[in-house]
């Protein structure tokens, strides 16, 4: 059974850094066959998109509200991706999902989800 698992959330100040994870388990092919992308959600929002990666990692989209802060990755070997977040701000704090889809052009509707983890920025 095909299974997403984040990790690495927490609490942390603003201006601080988190790394999220998002390990790969049970699925047929690799990450290399994946586009991976990470959502955020906070109470009473839509989830939104806030960057993707390509199944080859060659190609990566950002979010405008992140961009130059957060940098995602994937690690083919270790069938994990990553979502490194620097200078975390305030409006950062929401549940994190990481999910896989065919391609980049399919990854707003994933075909696999994460359970999601929680980050939340305060002083």
């Known amino acids: 059974q095909p299974q997403l698992v984040e990790s690495g959330g927490g609490l942390v100040q603003p201006g601080g850094s988190l790394r999220l994870s998002c390990a790969a388990s049970?699925?047929?092919?690799?990450?290399?066959?994946?586009?991976i992308g990470w959502f955020r959600q906070t109470p009473g929002k839509e989830r939104e998109g806030v960057s993707c990666?390509?199944?080859?990692?060659?190609?990566?989209n950002y979010a405008s509200s992140v961009k130059g802060r957060f940098i995602i990755s994937k690690d083919i070997g270790q069938n994990t991706a990553y979502l490194q977040m620097n200078s975390l701000e305030l409006n950062d704090t929401a549940v994190y999902y990481c999910a896989a889809a065919p391609n980049m052009n399919t990854i707003k509707s994933p075909d696999y989800w994460g359970q999601g983890t929680q980050v939340t920025v305060s002083s």
């Open positions: 990666i390509s199944s080859n990692g060659g190609t990566t």
């Open positions: 049970g699925f047929t092919f690799g990450l290399n066959h994946y586009a």
